[in-house]
Nanobody, 128 residues
Framework: QVDLVESGGGLVQAGGSLRLSCGAS????????MGWFRQASGKEREFVAA????????NYAVTVKGRFTISRDHDSNTLYLQMNSLKPDDTAVYYC?????????????????????WGQGTQVTVSS
């Protein structure tokens, strides 16, 4: 019902910045929250940030809070992740996800199982 396409990944030096985008199409009106997750090589998928679609309440992982900013644009149905002060540990495949569950209407959860649709991911590599 919802198609997600990430873009903006690439190779950057430590301390640099990168902005990821996620375009959503389909039944986007049913979206309650959208989030970013990442999975590094040999690691489990982890939560990065999420935002409630109505109201814009945000939720950040401790590891990225203060460095990353999640935002969304209703008109274009686009989710963004502004990443600053990047570290080599940020290297991972970043996935965009959307939740159609009302549980996330006011507080965007960080559990991957709460999200229903996923993009294919975009690679972010941070060199030291």
């Amino acid at each position: 019902q919802v198609d997600l396409v990430e873009s903006g990944g690439g190779l950057v030096q430590a301390g640099g910045s990168l902005r990821l985008s996620c375009g959503a199409s389909g039944r986007t009106a049913s979206t309650y929250a959208m989030g970013w997750f990442r999975q590094a090589s040999g690691k489990e998928r982890e939560f990065v940030a999420a935002i409630a679609w109505i109201g814009g309440r945000t939720n950040y992982a401790v590891t990225v809070k203060g460095r990353f900013t999640i935002s969304r644009d209703h008109d274009s149905n686009t989710l963004y992740l502004q990443m600053n002060s990047l570290k080599p540990d940020d290297t991972a495949v970043y996935y965009c996800a959307t939740s159609v569950r009302s549980d996330n209407a006011y507080f965007p959860g960080g559990d991957a199982k709460e999200y229903d649709y996923w993009g294919q991911g975009t690679q972010v590599t941070v060199s030291s």
